[in-house]
C-alpha cells in the first residue's frame, strides 16, 4: 500500500511506502515527516477512516493545517492526485515487468516525474519547489561550472601574493602535522595522492592511515 501525496502548487509528488498498515496513527506519522520538510497549509484527502479519524483531524488542527475531504465516491474531484496515480501505477509496472525491483521501480519513476517539465506549470517539479533542477545523466555531457570555478579559486589561491609556494611530488617524504588524539605534533609521511592545487592525501606509517594535508 502507498500513499501518495501531491504539492498543488509545485506538482512535487510523495510516495510513502505504508506496507500493510494504513491506520490513523501510521499516516499521522508520516505526515509529521512531510509537515517537517514542506509546512503546507491546505490537506486535500479522500474520506478514508485514516483521514475522517479524530486521531487525524486533531493532528491537523494542533498543526493549524486546513483540511478539506473529496466528493464521495467521487475522487476525481481531487484530479491532480488521481492522475498522478494512474501514471504511477502504469510506469511502475511496466519497470518492474522489466525485472526491476518494487522500491527500484518507485525511485526511477519519482526521479523521471521530478526532474521533467510539468505540463501544467512549464517547469519541472524539482524547478518549482526548490528553484533548481536535478543533476541527471545528461548533466555528464554539459560542461561543469561549478568544476571550472572551484579549479579557478585554487590557482588563484596558489597565485596570491605573500602565500608560500610549496611543491610536491607523489611518492615524496614530508613532515606534517597529525592532530589525531596522542599524536606528535610533527609525523614523517609520504605523498600517497595530489587531490588538488593544495591538497594531497599521504600516507603515515604511525597512524597506519590516509589524511588529507593542506600546502600553501
Not at 43 to 62: H, I, P
Not at 72 to 89: I, Q
Not at 203 to 208: D, G, I
Request: hydrophobic share 35%.
Amino acid at each position: 500500500m502507498f500513499m501518495i501525496v501531491v504539492d498543488a502548487h509545485t506538482k512535487w509528488p510523495e510516495i510513502i511506502d505504508m506496507g500493510s498498515n494504513t491506520q490513523a496513527g501510521k499516516v499521522v506519522i508520516e505526515f509529521r515527516k512531510l509537515f517537517a520538510r514542506f509546512g503546507p497549509r491546505h490537506v486535500v484527502t479522500d474520506n478514508g477512516r485514516q483521514y475522517t479519524s479524530s486521531e487525524f483531524r486533531e493532528f491537523l488542527a494542533r498543526h493549524g493545517i486546513k483540511q478539506t475531504f473529496t466528493a464521495p465516491y467521487h475522487s476525481a474531484t481531487n484530479g491532480a492526485v488521481e492522475n498522478f496515480v494512474g501514471t504511477f501505477k502504469n510506469k511502475v509496472t511496466k519497470i518492474t515487468k522489466e525485472g526491476k525491483s518494487l522500491e527500484y521501480a518507485v525511485n526511477l519513476f519519482l526521479f523521471d516525474y521530478r526532474s521533467k517539465e510539468h505540463c501544467t506549470t512549464k517547469r519541472s517539479p524539482a524547478w518549482m519547489m526548490f528553484k533548481r533542477e536535478l543533476r541527471t545523466r545528461f548533466d555528464l555531457l554539459k560542461p561543469s561550472v561549478r568544476d571550472d570555478v572551484e579549479k579557478n579559486v585554487q590557482v588563484q589561491i596558489v597565485a596570491t601574493d605573500g602565500k608560500r609556494r610549496a611543491s610536491v611530488e607523489v611518492g615524496d617524504a614530508v613532515m606534517v602535522d597529525d592532530h589525531t588524539v596522542r599524536s606528535e605534533k610533527r609525523v614523517k609521511a609520504k605523498v600517497a595522492k595530489q587531490l588538488s592545487t593544495v591538497t594531497y592525501e599521504k600516507f603515515s606509517p604511525n597512524c597506519k592511515r590516509l589524511l588529507l594535508w593542506n600546502v600553501y
